[in-house]
């Protein structure tokens, strides 16, 4: 007899503990008699299915817009950045036009400049030989060239040189300022003066 007590004690204590209310616990649906309807309980099953499926693919959605969202943010900013070393470096190099400027209008008058001290020359020279490899290094080249059709685009016209050669029109005559493009885009428009062709005067005899 003391063995059964026994042993009904521990199947008492083997018994689960109860369920926490934060537990999901399953449902059922009963109809008026008290049985459980099955039919009831799968429909509600299905309903509660439908709302877990909602609210999983808005939280899909909302994760996926939020994954998108930082992309195009990461993006922007890598242009952003890309941009700003490229404005950078336009204001820097710009600078150096100046220069490069000084020495081109020193070369001009050739008879003056073979008179100037050829060791001072020479130096002169290589100095003005690295600044066009640094340019070209950074993708910096001269625009404007006598001969080609004046462009708007490249060219600044600063005046018109008058021509009875009617091929001639439109042309540049002469390059008064170099023009500069960093890769693609023009950072200085080259100052130019253009030919215009004017037609001679027909003469007629009286």
């Given amino acids: 007899m003391k063995n059964e007590e026994e042993k009904e004690v521990q199947i008492q204590d083997e018994t689960p503990t109860e ?25 509600k099953l299905r309903a509660d299915l439908k709302v877990c499926k909602t609210e999983k ?8 817009k939020e994954r998108a969202d930082f992309a195009n943010y990461k993006k922007q900013e890598d242009d952003r950045r890309v941009n700003f070393s490229e404005v950078v470096r336009e204001r820097i190099l710009t600078r150096f ?15 003056s400049w073979n ?8 130096g ?13 290094e950074y993708d910096i080249k001269e ?5 080609e059709d004046f462009d708007p685009n490249i060219h600044q016209s600063i005046d018109m040189t008058q021509t009875d050669k009617k091929e001639d029109n439109h042309k540049i005559s002469e390059i008064v300022q ?3 493009k960093l890769g693609d ?22």
């Fill in 97 to 111: 036009l100046t220069v490069l400027d000084s020495f081109n209008m020193a070369f001009t008058n050739k008879e």
């Fill in 124 to 136: 002169v020279e290589y100095i003005y030989a690295q600044l066009n490899t640094v340019f070209e």
């Fill in 115 to 122: 008179k100037v001290d050829e060791n001072w020359r020479k």
């Fill in 178 to 180: 170099k023009g500069y």
């Fill in 19 to 43: 369920v926490g209310d934060d537990s999901e616990v399953l449902e059922f649906e009963f109809n008026e008699d008290g049985e459980e309807d099955l039919k009831k309980t799968l429909k």
């Fill in 185 to 206: 885009r023009i950072i200085r428009a080259a100052r130019v003066n253009v030919f215009e062709y004017n037609e001679p005067e027909s003469t007629t005899e009286e």
């Fill in 143 to 147: 625009i404007g060239v006598v001969g």
């Fill in 57 to 64: 693919d808005e939280y899909l959605n909302g994760w996926q």
